[in-house]
């Protein structure tokens, strides 16, 4: 494996390697670490990271991860995806800035990166892959 200071050195090259999908891994000490395109890291993030629900209410609709406190209300379901992504991204800020070291938060790590690797746009469209909305009783 190359030293972070091999990889530092190639840089541009090894951007391009990533870009291709190739491996690019590295070692700093202990430590290893991988450069990766965020586009692949984005869907292999979604495949291990619960689809959000979305609820059709009467009165409106509801979106929710579950595992996860992120959820949002709206009267239609354009204001509930908004509300939903001010909750994730909510929720992924507090995770970098407290909560990545608390025990019981360690399993939203893969949810922390899929919407730093992700514009407003990319998340709008995970949540509205998601399946039907299920109806209320």
Known sequence: METATDVRRHWRAHMDRAAERLP??????????????????????????????VVAEDDGWSIFLDGYPVAADGSDRDEAVEGFLVSVTDDADAWVDRLHTVPNHQHAAALVHLVAASSDDQLREWVGSAAEPSLSA
């Open 24 to 53: 690019v891994a590295f070692s700093r000490g202990e430590d290893a670490f991988a450069v990766v395109d965020a586009s692949w890291l984005r869907d292999l993030l979604r495949r291990n990271v619960p689809a959000p629900v």
